[in-house]
């Protein structure tokens, strides 16, 4: 079955302590990106990568790391976390190109307290 | 930067009512995305509009991109509490290849 496969989907830490979001996908896909969800806000864009090797900022990205050392994989770190990094976040996939649709995991609604 | 706005935030209509939510971009699209997340879940791809004053349906629902592809709609007829959701437009601007900017969403409530 094509997916997109997050973990954790819930996690509560505290400030300061370094943890990443993993994201998984088994449909090939070159471009995977990193969204959060934020009340009024709607979708947010992190990080986005093209393809193995090559990421990039997104509209939000003080605070977060990614990296793409394999093409199914797009863990997202958060070196030091703090309060207002608190929301729900999506990893989504496609094929690279403007005409094709994407896919989104499950989500991480992440508390940082 | 690229913005896309999206109206209303929120709608609360009886079952049966009609529902129509808005986007609007500050630069020209070259194609356009609306997506629906059920309550708890995930975005999930609905269609996807590329012409200018193109128009797509699917059974009660009627999508539209503007003829300067800047604006989009999403029109439901007779709503159904399956509506129930938040509906999201998502645009890809000229010249930015994969990034899409996603809309603010529109909350959709639907009681009997």
């Known amino acids: 079955e094509a997916q997109v496969t997050q973990n954790p989907r819930y996690l509560i830490t505290v400030t300061g302590k370094k943890l990443t979001v993993t994201c998984s996908q088994n449909?090939?896909?070159?471009?995977m990106s990193w969204y959060r969800q934020d009340p009024g806000l709607g979708l947010r864009q992190i990080y986005y990568s093209m393809n193995v090797e090559v990421t990039d900022k997104g509209d939000v990205p003080e605070g977060y790391k990614v990296s793409r050392k394999e093409k199914r994989n797009f863990p997202l770190i958060l070196e030091s976390p703090s309060p207002n990094q608190t929301s729900l976040y999506f990893c989504?996939?496609?094929?690279?190109?403007?005409?094709?649709?994407?896919?989104f995991g499950q989500g991480t609604r992440l508390t940082v307290v | 930067g690229q913005q896309v706005m999206q109206i209303p935030q929120y709608q609360h209509v009886q079952e049966g009512e009609d529902f129509t939510t808005y986007c609007n971009s500050s630069?020209?699209?070259?194609?356009i995305q609306w997506y629906k997340q059920r309550p708890g879940g995930h975005p999930v791809f609905l269609i996807q509009l590329v012409k200018s004053g193109e128009v797509k349906k699917q059974k009660r629902l009627t999508f539209q991109f503007g003829e300067a592809k800047k604006n989009s709609s999403l029109h439901i007829t007779a709503t159904q509490t399956t509506d129930v959701g938040t509906y999201f437009c998502a645009g890809r601007h000229t010249g930015t290849a994969s990034k899409l900017t996603f809309g603010t969403g529109t909350r959709l409530q639907v009681t009997l």
């Open positions: 449909m090939n896909h070159e471009y």
């Open positions: 630069t020209t699209l070259s194609n």
């Open positions: 989504a996939s496609s094929f690279a190109g403007t005409e094709l649709l994407t896919f």
